[in-house]
């Protein structure tokens, strides 16, 4: 795992000069200091725009199998589960993968072990996913079930690495700073 989160970060670093999905007066190169925040009020539960619940539940494990909690939170401590319900609420495209995709992966987890997806052992979720991300990995997502896992491994490292989470916890992302020197280039080219 910790390759793979590895090369995570890379794809993120690239990633997240394009696009953030906290607030602008959150992004953390802008202060100098934290931002101060009122007290904290008790946040609803918070309701998807498009998942269902059954769905949303399986859409949050599979982002925290792609990024797990290590030293960090992993996906769904990120929240990258609502950054997903965010995008795909507002694509007709994404609807619909997702909707088959998901239906796929509990049919197909049916139809193997007897039980919804969510319900499984990791090692069955992982056996079941694994040929998913061997295609995509490879660059050869062909089925209908590929191309859904390429969008959710796309749309993880997207909202993982523009999170504060992962922005500035996973890769160190310190804003905007001067710098006085430039850090030594450490690790092998």
């Known amino acids: 795992m910790e390759s ?79 950054y997903i319900d965010q995008v795909v609420s507002a694509n007709a495209e994404h609807r619909t993968r997702f909707r088959a995709g998901l239906r796929w992966l509990d049919r197909e987890s049916k139809k193997r072990f007897g039980k919804r997806f969510v319900r499984l052992t990791e090692e069955r979720q992982t056996e079941l996913l694994a040929p998913l991300s061997q295609a995509v990995d490879a660059r050869r997502a062909r089925t209908a079930p590929e191309h859904f896992f390429r969008v959710v491994k796309n749309m993880t490292a997207d909202g993982y690495y523009t999170s504060r989470t992962g922005l500035v916890e996973e890769l160190g992302y310190a804003g905007n700073t001067v710098l006085a020197q430039f850090p030594e280039c450490l690790h092998e080219h």
């Open 4 to 82: 793979r989160r590895e090369s995570l970060k890379i794809i993120g670093a690239i990633g997240a000069t394009c696009a953030f999905p906290f607030a602008a007066d959150e992004l953390y190169g802008q202060h100098a200091h934290p931002p101060s925040r009122p007290p904290a009020v008790p946040e609803e539960p918070f309701q998807p725009m498009f998942f269902k619940k059954a769905e949303y539940q399986a859409l949050s494990r599979l982002a925290d199998l792609i990024i797990p909690p290590t030293g960090t939170p992993g996906a769904v401590g990120a929240g990258v589960p609502r």
